[in-house]
């Protein structure tokens, strides 16, 4: 499966982070064509103690031929808006093929 | 699924780090007990382009209890101590409950 993942720091309020993730952003993502699955990680912490990183969204595609498609949608084009207007400054992507090992 | 997340920015020699992750750290790091999945990703890029990032393995347990028991083991003690000498500087762990959205 190819995935999109979203991997955002730690917001100072995670309470009106999560209101808003879980309750505007993650609906529009949901829409996104082709979308197959949305998995969210919790971060809870590192080896170290604490994480920088708060909350982990993987969303993953039949293939990058089908995420390229759905990349083209304004479905995917809102989203993607959407996650930096509400968390542009805590927000990384990036994109790759999973496999199991 | 509980899991812990080992992401890897991009390395300078890609084809040294493969041989050494793919020969020697990846056959460490399942030998650690308790450990039930690994799931690799290559990462390819990102919306804006080039990702700093070059390889994500997660590593998935049956809850955080068993990670926590897994992670007093040799085993477990050996591979991150393993991924710490190859690609400390370029390694960040984490760690959280994995769930469907």
């Given at each position: 499966m190819f995935k999109m993942v979203a991997l955002y720091k730690r917001p100072e309020n995670t309470e009106s982070f999560?209101?808003?993730?879980?309750?505007?952003?993650?609906?529009?993502?949901?829409?996104?064509?082709?979308?197959?699955d949305v998995k969210i990680t919790k971060?809870?912490?590192?080896?170290?103690?604490?994480s920088e990183y708060y909350l982990m969204c993987e969303m993953y595609y039949e293939s990058k031929q089908a995420f390229k498609e759905a990349s083209k949608t304004e479905e995917s084009k809102a989203a993607g808006k959407d996650a930096m207007k509400f968390a542009g400054n805590l927000v990384t992507f990036f994109f790759g093929e999973e496999y199991g090992e």
């Amino acid at each position: 499966m190819f995935k999109m993942v979203a991997l955002y720091k730690r917001p100072e309020n995670t309470e009106s982070f999560d209101e808003y993730y879980f309750g505007t952003h993650m609906p529009l993502t949901k829409k996104i064509p082709g979308l197959q699955d949305v998995k969210i990680t919790k971060i809870s912490g590192s080896p170290m103690g604490e994480s920088e990183y708060y909350l982990m969204c993987e969303m993953y595609y039949e293939s990058k031929q089908a995420f390229k498609e759905a990349s083209k949608t304004e479905e995917s084009k809102a989203a993607g808006k959407d996650a930096m207007k509400f968390a542009g400054n805590l927000v990384t992507f990036f994109f790759g093929e999973e496999y199991g090992e």
